[in-house]
């Protein structure tokens, strides 16, 4: 009853390690027509409905960037990158791939996209999307966003989120994901018609929320500290490493200098000259591999970026924990003080200071049928805030057991990736250390020649 | 010229009998004493030799003192003694160094421990201290006596950059290194092994240096010397002979190309450092995440202790070449200034004798006397040109084989380096590896 088997979910986790850039990885992904809107408020997971249901095999690449002007909101000129998502479905039984669908996007639109995932999906991690700016640079790479660089970067973590988001069994349903992917015009309207901005808590009261519960899961807690960890631990290495990348291409480069020298001075040596000269051209050689090694590198940080962006998404589900169980306290707290009100009322006696009692006695006592008046106010109150606590209750729980489910898969996720995200870079560093025994071994003899 | 001969036949010195002449006397203001030289027996291994006789007035220096004959000048095209061990007869270690305070200064001290099995040494082991003004000393010395041999360079006195303590232990270490080279190679060198000033540096206690010192000619006329070098030298480049103007060629080409090589490999010694230094770091971090990870414990740490191999091994490469690529390279900056000097004193040789020809043609003195100076003069700039046609032969062999094996010795390093790197890392992925097959099966029973 809950989600596609887990060994389809296997599947479903598209493989960072592949070359991401490469358009049309294959994602299995199910994806269903909703008539209703899109609206579902931490409901439970199990989405079929019967007629509408179908089982489709689809390809979604970013495969292209553009960069475009137009106007803003505020009509003035600017400049900015497009980029061409593509679905394509492909036919299970002879794997040909048709293109279904195919429109451009910038990237305030997968922002927009996200920021209604998370309103309409608080129990979700929501994937992150590639960072807006360039961080943890290092000298090579520019921090602009017009940079090709950044921008293949880019492309290719926007292929990333659409292709995590196709796979997640929950968000993979929406219907204004679908929409993304396939209705270019009109678009942001339909999102904005949703008015999930309204629905979006407000930050003030989730810091409220978070100040002051009581009595939030534990899980949760230690979830939060978690994530805080996992930022803080992942930004201080991807900063390191931008640090360790730097100092290596001064010394790869710097190298490259022998080569000239060498060559220059090869022209007044008889003996010496021939082996300087090649020695020299293989200098060359090993001050320019560092070109390759490090771009590769630069993949795998974007691999950790994307859980350094994570840990957001961790929070927001917290968040929304906490949110809603102080509303919950707060509710149960509202309750048993209008019960106790009410108590007060029906024997007389006054134990806590209300200001009703106050007027009371400043303006003489109310008369017996006032007093009946506001009982039964109180007891409609009381029924209505029963029934209210019953649902907040069952609501919190629904939620706390769907968030911790995919928490759950997004931990599963988590350790696979990363794990071998690591292991991608010891094959880094193999390759790395294979090519400079070469270059250096041909640069031997070279030398052992002259 | 038969002249005075005080033989000092010694066997098997060098590859071939060799009986030596040598001759000297006083010393004193050019007084003419004759330096012979005799035909040596030709080993096999040994290619054709300079001979040739001077007259010592030619050689405007007066470097050997009275007390004990000067060597004679016997050169040799010689193979590097550094090769053939079994013919050295002469070892000298340069180590601890010794901080001395005084009321006026603080120095270092060497100490140079020498044994040696010649004959005209009165031990056969000796333990001096000597500081880098003795160095300074001996090197002049040598200079003077033979003004157009290549003698070795010696270590700067101070380097202005980057010095924050005068007798730092860094810099301490390597310009012991240095001067050890120094005194081995003047060891080395056929000549200036002989050589009497080298003999006194290596033996004599610390007084005995001293006195010798003050012998020989004073500041003021050696203050002269120099001015008039200086002068002439740039009349001697109009005349150079082509082979000469060859040398000359290479020598600023050679000097220029391994300024350059000096500068590139001191930066990366720089870079390689600063990479070390960022890498120290790197590690710990995989250490720290994986306290907050259960699954990824193994990997993390794997990573880890990689990487912190890989740092060990950075750091050993860099003392490879502070070893084996720095002190080569930079030695041979100081050889390109040496040669540089070299060639000035052989012009300056050549002015003189030009400008006496110059006199003789405009008849400006006395024709009988010029002539007979002008004799000894090309007398003079022969022996000076063949003395450095021969030891630049032999520099230029010992540079090639230095540059040779110091750059080989760099790849060697860089090779083990990586493949130090290439171990841990692809043992790490063994063991990832291993433990996923592991963990399938385990999953799948």
Known sequence: MEQADPSSQRSLQPAPLEPLGGPGAVVEASVSEETAGAGREGSGVDMMTENTFWLKKIEISVSEAEKRTGRNAVNMQETYTAYLIETRSVEHTDGQSVLTDSLWRRYSEFELLRNYLLVYYPHVVVPPLPEKRAEFVWHKLSADNMDPDFVERRRIGLENFLLRVASHPILCRDKIFYLFLTQEGNWKETVNETGFQLKADSRLKALNATFRVKNPDKRFTELKHYSDELQSVISHLLRVRARVADRLYGVYKVHGN?????????????????????????????????????????????????????????????RKHELMQYDLETAAQDLASKKQQCEELATGTVRTFSLKGMTTKL??????????????????????????????????REFVKNAWADIERFKEQKNQDLKEALISYAIMQISMCKKGIQVWTNAKECFSKM | MDGERASEARSAELAGESPRGGAAGPGGSGSSSLLQADVLDLDEDEDDLEVFSKDASLMDMSSFSPMMPTSPLSMINQIKFEDEPDLKDLFITVDEPESHVTTIETFITYRIVTKTSRGEFDSSEFEVRRRYQDFLWLKGKLEEAYPTLIIPPLPEKFIVKGMVERFNDDFIETRRKALHKFLNRIADHPTLTFNEDFKVFLTAQAWELSSHKKQGPGLLSRMGQTVRAVASSMRGVKNRPEEFMEMNNFIEMFSQKINLIDKISQR?????????????????????????????????????????????????????????????????????????????????????????VEALTNKKADAGLLTEEIGKLEDKVECANNALKADWERWKQNMQNDIKSAFTDTAEENIHYYEQCLATWESFLTSQTDLHLEEDSEDKL
């Open chain 1, 363 to 396: 303006f003489g006592q109310e008369t017996a049928e006032q007093r009946e008046a506001r009982i039964k106010v109180l007891e409609e109150q009381i029924n209505e805030g029963e029934q209210q606590l019953k649902s907040k209750n069952l609501e919190g």
């Open chain 1, 258 to 318: 022998y080569g000239r020298v060498f060559s220059e001075w090869s022209a007044i040596e008889k003996e010496m000259g021939d082996g300087l000269q090649s020695a020299g051209h293989h200098m060359d050689v090993y001050a320019s591999s560092i070109d390759d090694i490090l771009e590769d590198e630069e993949h795998y940080a974007d691999q950790l970026k994307e859980y350094l962006f994570y840990a957001e998404a961790l929070r927001a589900v917290c």
């Open chain 2, 268 to 356: 990366i010694y720089k870079e390689e450092r600063e990479y070390f230094d960022e890498m120290k770091e790197y590690g710990p971090i995989h250490i720290l995440w994986s306290a907050s990870e259960e699954d990824l414990v193994d990997t993390l740490k794997g990573v880890a202790s990689c990487i912190d191999r890989c740092c060990k091994a950075t750091e050993k490469r860099m003392t490879g070449l502070s070893e084996a690529l720095l002190p080569v390279i930079h030695e041979y900056v100081l050889y390109s200034e040496m040669l540089m000097g070299v060639m000035k004193r052989r012009d300056q040789i050549q002015a003189e004798l030009d400008s006496k």
